[in-house]
């Protein structure tokens, strides 16, 4: 069961740009979840977006364009950008948008405050988010959400595998990025066992992944 709004409840407003907003007032993030649910499958627009007016802060979908974008007015304006591969990641990011807000997207994918680098190629905007990361908890931080999306650990506890039975052409953007932080952090990348698919990326365990994975877990 959600957690209920503390201070509750709160309000929504979801609209799509054609003058029919929908303004929803509910108890926890679930109901929102729900509401926008049944919003969002209910119509064909180019844009749908969730507005906190109380917190100031926004999610707007671009299912058409395959972009997701985050939007807070807080304190001074700060917007990022999210290109999807996925279809099934809109709903996704509105649930975690109705549990922490901006923040909750944080460890969603490579956001990028730059709407035009989104037009990169998949292996340019990998490259460029691995470099946005100077440290090492941030890099191992980075590497554990990649993992935390399509990983696991082999059996024999010695492996990290990322992109599980994924394709070289799913997932560039992240693997692009994941190749550069590999290096960066020292990590041992090896040769993945004949039968495992193209895509996947082989890691051995290292202490450091050891402990973030396990937040991921």
């Known amino acids: 069961m959600a957690r209920p709004y503390q201070p509750g409840p709160k309000q ?3 609209a799509t740009g054609d003058g029919d907003d929908q303004r929803v007032t509910v108890g926890d993030p679930q109901e929102a979840y729900v509401a926008f649910s049944a919003f969002f499958r209910g119509r064909e627009a180019d844009t749908y977006t969730i507005a906190d007016e109380t917190a100031r802060k926004r999610l707007v979908l671009m299912p058409r364009l395959g972009v997701i974008s985050r939007i807070t007015e807080a304190d001074h304006q700060r917007s990022e ?3 999807v591969d996925r279809a099934n990641r809109y709903l996704p990011s509105a649930m975690l948008f109705f549990e922490r807000g901006y923040a909750g997207l944080d460890h969603f ?3 990028f405050s730059d709407l035009a680098d989104l037009d990169a190629s998949p292996e340019t905007r990998g490259a460029a ?10 890099a191992i931080d980075e590497v554990g959400r990649i993992w935390a999306d399509s990983g696991y650990v082999d059996p024999t506890d010695q492996y990290y595998i990322f992109f599980d039975s994924k394709d070289v052409d799913d997932d560039r953007a992240d693997r692009a990025e ?8 020292g990590l041992e990348r090896v040769d993945a066992p004949a039968e ?3 895509g996947e990326v082989w890691v051995r365990s290292d202490p450091r992944l050891d402990a973030q994975c396990e937040q991921w877990a």
Do not use: C
Request: charged share 15%; no cysteine.
């Open 81 to 83: 950008h999210l290109k």
């Open 109 to 111: 994918g490579q956001w």
């Open 12 to 14: 929504f407003v979801f």
């Open 129 to 138: 988010r691995a470099a946005t990361f100077t440290t090492e908890a941030a």
């Open 196 to 198: 495992a698919t193209e």
């Open 178 to 185: 994941l190749l550069q932080l590999i290096e960066f952090l």
